[in-house]
């Protein structure tokens, strides 16, 4: 296994800063348990009785599920441990877990911010489970399971095989549902690990979405096609109508289960625009474009001023150049840790659209400050090497998902290509 050989290597040892208290985002009630109904049935409920005794050898961390553990895991300096033993038991859940209703968002009412971190469960219980989500330009999902663990399903929209035109502008392309796996490992692989687990999944949209659900809207949308398909398309800014329905095989459907992150009354979260955002517009271009030296202004504006900052905003870049992604106006972090710590990548379905051309005003930020974190770029080259050739281990990763073969052979070629070009921009950078 080139994976297992790559995650053992020193750059993938360097030790993370000491953890304190104030670096992770939840405080854990240790008194605080979580066990099954009585009825044998598989959810949790939370209990607070501080005199019930844990089985011998067992903490109350032991009880929590997998989803939770996830959420008690994060901290200022990542999303998820290196070698995580948790991993493929999450993205496991995600792959199999029964999905338990579907209904109208619903946000849980606001909580004390003194409570510990098994609030998480407690608000999830009042929030409407397996909703439509608000907002976007298509169709996504909120997927519930019984330990309340949740899960944003993206549907398959096209096939692997198909590349997105060259005249279609990056804004009008559709998201991918395998871009979203892929995203996910190839973030892992590069040792960023600020993607939240995504799983692929066939769901029945019969008996896991239309029979389940309360939303009166999404019910409205759901047909059967002259083909004898079952098909729905649900209510976004853009794509949801009849001319774009998702339909199933004949009520099968692929899609992409992401793990979600804590819910925002309880994890705040700040979005940041990007300044290298694009001007979404047909004719206009950004400033960026425009001004060679616009870096110079970037260093200048905080928080790209002090920190790492700079240089976690040129990993991101760096990752959505070896996807193809051109779609990253905005990123996010979480609210506690200030400025310090990593940003989260987050929406990566317009990724793996292309493999035939490469997009060098991805590498933007890269080519005008001319900056990368040390470990970032050592990685690089190891990834560069036969031993730990890039294709092969995103390759070897994406084996083990439920919709293998996740991407097309031609979208893991063009993986070392860009690499080396990414290591070239470097070395002109190394020249000057």
Not at 148 to 174: I, N, V, W
Not at 305 to 324: A, V
Request: hydrophobic share 35%; aromatic share 10%.
């Amino acid at each position: 296994s080139k994976l297992a050989a790559l995650f053992k290597h020193p750059l993938y040892n360097i030790p993370i800063p000491e953890v304190t208290e104030k670096d992770k985002l939840f405080v854990v009630n240790p008194m605080e348990k979580f066990s099954l109904h009585s009825s044998g049935s598989d959810e949790w409920v939370s209990s607070s009785k501080a005199e019930t005794l844990l089985p011998t050898g067992k903490t109350a961390y032991d009880t929590y599920p997998p989803w939770l553990k996830f959420h008690v895991g994060i901290n200022r300096y990542e999303l998820y441990p290196r070698q995580d033993p948790l991993m493929p038991i999450l993205l496991q859940d995600l792959a199999t877990q029964r999905i338990v209703s579907s209904g109208t968002t619903s946000l849980p009412a606001p909580l004390p911010t003194s409570l510990p971190c098994y609030s998480l469960l407690t608000s999830l219980i009042f929030m409407s489970p397996s909703v439509q989500k608000s907002g976007g330009t298509q169709l996504k999902l909120i997927m519930t399971f019984p330990n309340y663990g949740q899960a944003l399903f993206k549907p398959m929209k096209q096939t692997r095989d198909q590349e997105t035109p060259a005249d279609f502008f990056y804004f009008s392309d559709f998201e991918r549902h395998n871009a979203e796996i892929a995203a996910f490992h190839l973030d892992r692989i590069l040792d960023f690990r600020r993607i939240p687990p995504v799983s692929g999944r066939l769901v029945n949209i019969t008996k896991e979405i239309r029979d389940i659900t309360t939303d009166k809207k999404l019910a409205k949308t759901f047909f059967i096609s002259p083909a004898g398909n079952v098909c729905f398309y649900g209510e976004c800014s853009y794509y949801c109508s009849t001319e774009h329905a998702l339909c199933g095989k004949p009520d099968w459907l692929e899609g992409s289960m992401a793990a979600l992150l804590p819910d925002k009354t309880l994890a705040k979260r700040h979005s940041w625009r990007s300044p290298w955002r694009r001007s979404y517009h047909k004719s206009k271009k950004a400033e960026w474009e425009l001004n060679s030296n616009y870096c110079t202004q970037v260093r200048e504006m905080p928080p790209y001023d002090r920190g790492h900052r700079l240089l976690d905003l040129i990993d991101m870049t760096i990752l959505d150049f070896l996807m193809g992604n051109m779609d990253r106006h905005h990123y996010e972090t979480f609210e506690k840790f200030g400025n310090d710590t990593f940003l989260l990548h987050l929406d990566n379905g317009r990724g793996f659209g292309t493999h035939s051309r490469d997009e060098p005003s991805i590498l933007a930020p890269l080519q005008q400050c001319c900056s990368i974190k040390k470990s970032t770029y050592l990685r690089l080259q190891l990834l560069a090497t036969e031993p730990y050739r890039l294709s092969d281990l995103l390759r070897e990763a994406l084996a083990t998902d439920p919709l293998a073969p996740v991407l097309a052979e031609p979208h893991l070629q063009a993986l070392d290509r860009r690499l080396g070009k990414v290591l070239e921009v470097v070395g002109h950078c190394l020249a000057r």
